[in-house]
């Protein structure tokens, strides 16, 4: 079995070196994208040499705003290269450069390998995980660059939501961001609506694949291109539109949690996302994880590295 780490990263270039290093061994590859905003040569130094290491070039990067369909443009490139390398008997993760294995190479190898064909990705209903679930999907939804977590959105004309306060002030604020005339054009496009062939559903972007629901997912996607148009606009695009082709082709036995585990009980100070992970209690949790987690988010070894030096000391690492 073969397994294929996909990678989108936009800082911390040792950070992304030590994830790589952490995790290279036999019959693995390593897929990445670096954002397009920063200068790859940074994150390459030291990997390009290795031969399982495989780097999106100039043509297929893009700028990947934080939650912007870029993100999911970037992750079909990336499933494209892995699927065109190998078609059967493998697996795909989608992991960004802040992320960090729990468990060495042999257990992660193993436990794929015993659960194979098995679909690792978090599905639920959108009202049972986001109250604000209509606005994800049905406002024009513009994300801005620099990884910052912010975004606003914006209902048009055809929308009767469109003539509220709240949505006026949204607007006078994307004039200043965007201008004028990307304000006055959004206002005349048409209402969104989810395409009715395929049920909306959300979960956590970062998920592990068989290579042969790769294929189908890819083929989906090659048949219905105006389903991506569709996301163009959609909040936190890579949280819904992989998740909903999934829900659609496989069954639900075929399906289970994430192997990526996210604490979204605790935020940040300044809620900007999850906890980030460094201290000796966050270690603690980690550590007493059910086994099933494979992976953990996210890291920042601007914090210091403590907490990924225990884990490579406590989880004994070891090849395979």
């Known amino acids: 079995m073969v397994i294929n780490y996909l990678i989108l990263a936009h800082k911390n270039p040792e950070q992304l070196y030590r994830l790589v290093m952490r995790l290279d061994s036999r019959n693995v590859n390593f897929f990445i994208h670096i954002d397009k905003a920063v200068d790859i040569s940074a994150f390459s130094k030291g990997l390009s040499g290795l031969s399982n290491v495989y780097f999106l070039q100039n043509e297929d990067r893009l700028f990947t705003p934080w939650s912007d369909i870029n993100g999911c443009k970037v992750l079909i490139t990336l499933l494209k290269k892995a699927y065109e390398k190998v078609k059967t008997n493998a697996y795909c993760l989608s992991l960004s450069g802040q992320d960090y294995p729990l468990k060495d190479n042999n257990y992660i190898y193993n436990y794929l390998k015993n659960h194979?064909?098995?679909?690792?990705?978090?599905?639920?209903?959108?009202?049972?995980?986001?109250?604000?679930?209509?606005?994800?999907?049905?406002?024009?939804?513009?994300?801005?660059?620099?990884?910052?977590?912010?975004?606003?959105?914006?209902?048009?004309?055809?929308?009767?939501?469109?003539?509220?306060?709240?949505?006026?002030?949204?607007?006078?604020?994307?004039?200043?961001?965007?201008?004028?005339?990307?304000?006055?054009?959004?206002?005349?496009?048409?209402?969104?609506?989810?395409?009715?062939?395929?049920?909306?559903?959300?979960?956590?972007?970062?998920?592990?694949?068989?290579?042969?629901?790769?294929?189908?997912?890819?083929?989906?996607?090659?048949?219905?291109?105006?389903?991506?148009?569709?996301?163009?606009?959609?909040?936190?695009?890579?949280?819904?539109?992989?998740?909903?082709?999934?829900?659609?082709?496989?069954?639900?036995?075929?399906?289970?949690?994430?192997?990526?585990?996210?604490?979204?009980?605790?935020?940040?100070?300044?809620?900007?996302?999850?906890?980030?992970?460094?201290?000796?209690?966050?270690?603690?949790?980690?550590?007493?994880?059910?086994?099933?987690?494979?992976?953990?988010?996210?890291?920042?070894t601007r914090l210091g590295s403590f907490i990924l030096d225990e884990l490579d000391r406590k989880i004994n690492f070891q090849s395979y």
């Open 116 to 300: 194979y064909g098995k679909n690792f990705i978090s599905i639920y209903k959108m009202a049972d995980i986001w109250p604000e679930w209509r606005t994800r999907l049905e406002r024009y939804n513009f994300h801005f660059p620099n990884n910052q977590r912010v975004f606003t959105g914006i209902f048009p004309l055809a929308d009767k939501r469109c003539f509220t306060f709240r949505n006026f002030k949204k607007s006078f604020y994307l004039i200043k961001q965007l201008g004028l005339a990307k304000v006055i054009q959004t206002f005349f496009k048409s209402r969104r609506l989810h395409p009715s062939y395929i049920e909306p559903v959300g979960g956590s972007a970062f998920w592990a694949l068989p290579i042969e629901t790769v294929g189908e997912l890819l083929k989906y996607i090659n048949e219905h291109p105006e389903f991506l148009d569709y996301h163009e606009y959609t909040h936190v695009a890579d949280e819904i539109l992989f998740q909903s082709i999934v829900n659609l082709i496989k069954q639900p036995r075929e399906i289970a949690e994430s192997t990526t585990y996210t604490n979204w009980e605790r935020k940040r100070d300044d809620d900007s996302g999850p906890v980030l992970f460094h201290t000796k209690e966050d270690l603690q949790e980690l550590l007493t994880l059910n086994d099933h987690y494979l992976f953990a988010r996210k890291f920042d």
